[in-house]
């Protein structure tokens, strides 16, 4: 009778599911958060909190497999107890950090390459910047990243160690999960799916992506799965809030800007009484063009595996409104990885695919003089007595025509005025692999690129510039232009690998072939002429047709239609092996064949190459018991090349070997040909050559780690223009000429100052630092030396002008030194120009800062650094230009100018005769600087705190961008690595922001 009720119980007992909870701590006995736990067979599964806690139900002999990158794999089965704690075991081999190395990955320990990898969630996620590239300023050793505009969504500049051209392109190569993309355009991509960024500097690094590989490569690898985890559920949430930096040049409120036309006889102030000017207000029309800008990111992750199988996907919003008015980017994304593999692990595949749209409101004539179209402008400049309330519409600001309207023109302008971009942008790639034996495998990595963009631009026929351009003889004038261009680029990569084992030694080899194919197609037109009473930006229901202004016989509203095709291609072939003894030494060597569009037969293919070696010091037997836990020692030599010796796209410059004729007017005014270009069939590569000896070293049980390394980086056969016998019409032509060597030091420095585990203090600092010089070289002139370039021996793009000496305290008039350093008055152009051994780039640039946490509450702070960078601050000029008194706003600097009763200022004479004389250093100004680049404080709400409610995780923090900058340049944004005026700057902005985990 008993035996029967056992069995029974004990089939209820084994069917029954029942709630299981427990601590999964490391080998050190210190709680494990994200260890995945999931009931083998099943889809069931969690992830540890941040205490080590899990809970999840599963039945009496089920087996409970915990995993965790860095440990062992554990697996326990399920018994009557409710609580199963487990303790981890370390993998010391996939504890081995993965570096990336061009096509393949290696372990920290064996990587014989100066690269970086960073963390996504330590350093990119969670910032409100539409491009992740922004991110990456001041995170990386002789990685110089720069923008010069606060538009969202704007491209920056990227430099890694120096620049390396002159006329071609000098920005990485980005690879995104195996594709190659543009550089320009990261508008459209998520930031909050990159899980790390790599960064390839040396030679060995980057010769293996040849004709590509000049200026850098930069990897990045965006969010997957794991195998045997169960559904996860992320969302993050972020509201920013982003003004306009502030400024030095101190300029005038209206009673001054008055008072100073009145003393001058210049402007509205010369027709005003003393009680007029008094009463007149002052307009700040900074505020009216800027304003506060309004951040929304969303982004919402679900990502779960099983044995055979993982997925990501990621949906997200972002809407970002710029402090400049009609100026902003609303980005919607989603994205899907998935991983697989066969049962016997023989055959792995992956995809990779985002699709994204984007609509950008993006200001034009911006940097530009234009005072009826570049807001800017009216934002710094405008006279501030004049106020927004003065405009009534654009046919009143037509008489009479004053620049002192010039904020009157841009309110209309903005009234009446439409651009927007809408951009589709997909990225995708497909790669597989099969172990063909345990030895040797075989891969493919098959990718493209897809973005269609359309523009529109509009100016209404009722606007101020419709009628000023147009006027009575045309009055439904105004226009709309309408582009689209659409690129695809494709690419594949298939590989055969070999690795073996045997002793102590460690080989892996494997060959290589590579194709790129790109197409470029724009068509647009632009419609002159348009009806007040039915148009509409972007609809053609306005549109006039052609015809003859019956009083002349004029052909109006002519339009303009216009189409391009391009087409690119590339293809290689290389090959790479890497041999490792007793994991002490290490060499790989690597060579690469290529071949390009853009030159001729002769010189389509190029050969580049590196070889790299390391000494792992640690690892030798008479290192034990030292101060350091790794000491390695590498060095690297090699070339790489840039086959966009023009311009900055895949499309630039695709036919300069080719003879090209125009057609136009001749004698007679007949149908002519001419010659409009000479064929080079010489043209080649830019070949960059770089040497690379480097340090990394990790002392006092890992509390201080750091890398040092000096490097040599020589371009060769600069693409420059070359003189040539003018006997065709033409005096220059294109050619591969000349050198440009960057020679520096990159430092990086962590250092654990405190380290108090989960209970207590836990303080990190950090260093990034670059020095960089730069020489050119075997100029093509007969002095070597080309204005606007720079001179053999000196920088690139070095200034040549007339050095400033102040103000003649005897006459107020401006002094300047000539060639041979004698004071003078009037210097001449032509002779007393000089080398100023300055220019835009920077001597050192990196930064420095720490990581505080204590108990779920952490600090971040980040402050960025710039030395030897001197720009022309041409803002200042035209605040301090007396000639602009009267049409614009003016700086209390000029309150100081000279008079016979104040002799000794800075300030010459309103009428000195030589204030415009020459152009000179006056207002060439240092702009190093050091900023706040970014600070985050938060708080990760302990496990305790979430029973109950269903959260898994729950993360509050705050953030902080450009929050102070510390500089004597007096505009709004010392970074801009340019010299042109009125510019958009980036803004500060401050962030708020939770995450939850279910």
């Known amino acids: 009778m008993l035996t029967p009720l056992l069995v029974l119980c004990m089939s209820f007992s084994f069917a029954q599911e029942k709630r299981i909870s427990g601590v999964v701590t490391d080998q050190t006995g210190l709680p494990l958060p994200g260890v995945a736990v999931i009931v083998e067979g099943t889809t069931t599964g969690t992830q540890t909190d941040f205490d080590g806690n899990y809970t999840l139900n599963a039945r009496v002999g089920q087996i409970l497999r915990y995993s965790y990158l860095g440990q062992k794999t554990v697996t326990r089965t399920v018994g009557t107890a409710n609580t199963m704690n487990v303790q981890m075991e370390e993998d010391a081999q996939a504890l081995q950090e993965v570096v990336v190395q061009g096509y393949r990955n290696s372990t920290k320990e064996k990587s014989s390459i100066a690269s970086v990898t960073i963390n996504a969630d330590e350093s990119i996620q969670n910032r409100p910047n539409a491009s992740f590239v922004q991110t990456l300023s001041g995170q990386v050793a002789g990685l110089n990243i720069t923008t010069s505009t606060g538009q969202p969504g704007a491209a920056s500049n990227v430099n890694l160690r120096g620049v390396t051209s002159i006329n071609g392109n000098t920005q990485p190569l980005y690879i995104i999960d195996g594709v190659p993309v543009d550089e320009d355009n990261f508008r459209s991509l998520n930031p909050q799916d990159i899980a790390s960024v790599s960064v390839l500097k040396d030679a060995g690094a980057t010769a293996i992506y040849g004709n590509r590989g000049a200026n850098g490569v930069i990897v990045i690898k965006t969010r997957q799965g794991n195998f045997n985890q169960g559904l996860q559920i992320n969302y993050t949430g972020i509201m920013s809030f982003s003004t306009l930096q502030d400024n030095d040049y101190n300029l005038m409120d209206s009673q001054e800007q008055l008072t100073l036309e009145k003393l001058r006889g210049a402007g509205r102030g010369n027709t005003l009484t003393d009680a007029e000017i008094a009463a007149a207000p002052t307009f700040d029309w900074a505020d009216y063009f800027f304003d506060t800008g309004l951040t929304q990111n969303h982004t919402l992750t679900l990502q779960s595996g099983s044995e055979r199988a993982t997925q990501f996907t990621s949906l997200g919003y972002f809407d970002q409104e710029g402090i400049l008015q009609d100026s902003g980017l609303k980005r919607f994304s989603i994205r899907n990885n998935t991983t697989g593999k066969s049962e016997n692990e023989k055959f792995n595949y ?77 990225i995708g790639s497909f790669q597989a692999g099969y172990q063909i034996t345990d030895n040797l495998s075989a891969n493919v990595t098959m990718s493209a690129d897809y973005q269609n963009e359309i523009e529109t631009e509009a100016e209404g026929p009722t606007s101020f510039n419709a009628l000023l351009f147009g006027g009575a003889e045309n009055p439904t004038s105004g226009y709309q232009d309408q582009v689209t261009v659409r690129q695809f680029s494709y690419n594949q990569v298939t590989s055969l690998n070999y690795n073996n084992t045997w002793g102590k030694h460690t080989l892996d080899a494997g060959v290589y072939s590579e194709y790129f194919k790109a197409h470029l197609r724009t068509f647009g037109f632009r419609e002159n002429g348009l009806d007040p009473k039915t148009f509409f930006p972007g609809d053609g229901a306005g549109f006039i047709p052609t015809f003859l202004d019956p009083a002349t016989g004029a052909v109006l509203f002519v339009d303009e239609p216009f189409a391009t095709i391009r087409n690119a291609g590339l293809f290689s072939v290389f090959s790479q092996a890497d041999y490792d003894y007793d994991g002490r030494y290490g060499i790989t060597g690597t060579i690469r064949r290529d071949a390009s569009y853009r030159f001729a037969g002769s010189n389509r293919y190029a050969n580049f190459y590196s070889v790299a070696a390391r000494w792992n010091i640690d690892n030798e037997s008479w290192m034990e018991n030292s101060i350091f836990d790794v000491l ?13 010796i023009s311009g900055n796209t895949y499309f630039s410059a695709p036919d300069l070997t080719r003879n ?79 050198t440009l060597t960057n020679t520096g030091v990159d430092l990086t420095l962590n250092y654990n100052i405190l380290n108090g585990g989960d209970d207590g203090v836990n303080l990190v600092l950090n260093f990034v630092g670059n020095y960089n010089k730069q020489e050119l070289g075997d100029l093509p002139s007969e002095d070597g030396e080309l204005i606007g370039t720079g001179r053999n021996g000196g920088k690139l793009f070095e200034y040549f002008t007339v050095r400033y000496a102040g103000v003649n305290p005897a006459n107020g008039n401006l002094l300047f030194l000539d060639a041979d350093g004698n004071v003078t008055e009037n210097p001449d152009a032509d002779t007393d120009r000089v080398w100023l051994d300055k220019n835009i780039y920077p001597d050192f640039n990196g930064s420095f800062g720490f990581n505080l946490d204590y108990k779920g509450f952490f600090l971040q702070t980040q402050f960025n650094y710039t030395l030897g960078v001197d720009r022309f601050d041409n803002d200042l000029a035209g605040f301090q230009n007396p000639d602009n008194i009267g049409q614009f706003r003016s700086s209390r600097d000029l309150l100081r ?6 002799r000794i200022t800075d300030i010459p004479a309103y009428d000195a005769f030589n204030r415009a004389a020459v ?33 898994t995780r729950l993360r509050v923090f705050g953030n902080a961008e450009n929050l102070f900058t510390i500089t004597e340049w007096r505009g709004f944004d010392a970074e801009a690595l340019s010299n042109t005026s009125r510019l958009y700057p980036t803004p500060k902005t401050l962030s708020v922001g939770f995450e939850l985990g279910f």
Do not use: H
């Open 350 to 426: 992956g995809t990779n695919i985002t699709i994204n749209y984007s609509t950008s409101n993006e200001p034009n004539n911006i940097g530009s003089g234009a005072i009826n179209r570049n807001y800017i402008l009216g934002a710094y400049q405008s006279v501030p007595y004049i106020t927004a309330d003065d405009y009534t519409n654009g046919a009143d600001l037509l008489s009479p025509l004053l620049f002192s309207n010039t904020p009157l023109f841009l309110i209309d302008r903005l009234r009446t005025f439409t651009r927007k971009e809408e951009e589709v942008k997909i």
């Open 632 to 644: 390695k020692l590498r060095a690297s030599y090699g070339t790489s090349g840039n086959q966009r």
């Open 660 to 738: 090209f004729f125009a057609t136009g007017s001749g004698y007679g005014n007949n149908n002519s040909i001419f010659l409009s270009q000479i064929a080079n069939t010489t043209l080649r590569w830019e070949t960059v050559t770089q040497g690379n000896v480097g340090i990394d070293f990790e002392l006092f049980n890992n509390r201080l780690r750091g890398s040092v390394d000096g490097y040599i980086k020589e371009t060769s056969d600069l693409f420059q223009s070359t003189p040539v016998s003018a006997i065709n019409a033409v005096t220059q032509l294109d050619a591969n000429t000349g």
């Open 897 to 902: 100018a000279w008079t016979p009763d104040n």
């Open 919 to 951: 152009g000179s250093t006056r207002f060439l100004r240092n702009a190093d600087f050091l900023r706040l680049r970014f600070a985050s404080i938060g708080y990760n709400f302990p496990s305790r705190f979430l029973d109950g409610t269903g959260l």
